[in-house]
């Protein structure tokens, strides 16, 4: 899987230098956008209150990975904005579709590499 790790490792880069991967845009509903622009992570607003958050999956899988942002829902993120970046813990590891595992801080991806 020499391909996959150097488009990682391109896109790191290529993110470190462009400053961020991700932005938070506020979005009021009940209804999740089926397609999410990259670079953004939607914030799901209720009567202001945030209740879900969605982003196009990093590794261009093209998958939108939901992540909850409400009390008791399980499992749930907690999402911290600072000017416009994300910051979200725990990490993201999906358990279908690509697997990816990551951290967002700050508006960074940070890939999780499987131990192997
Ligand atoms: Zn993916």
């Not at 999956?57 to 939108?64: A, K, N």
């Amino acid at each position: 899987m020499w391909f996959v790790k150097r488009c990682r490792a391109a896109w790191e880069w290529l993110s470190s230098h462009w400053g961020y991967d991700l932005r938070v845009v506020d979005l009021a509903g009940e209804e999740i956008p089926a397609a999410i622009p990259s670079k953004k992570l939607i914030c799901m607003l209720d009567e202001g209150e945030p209740w879900v958050a969605a982003m196009a999956c990093p590794c261009g899988c093209g998958d939108v990975i939901e992540l909850m942002l409400l009390e008791g829902a399980k499992p749930r993120w907690d999402l911290i904005v600072d000017r416009g970046l994300p910051t979200l813990t725990p990490s993201v590891w999906r358990n279908v579709g690509c697997r990816s595992h990551f951290w967002v801080k700050r508006g960074h991806i940070h890939w999780v590499r499987a131990a192997r």
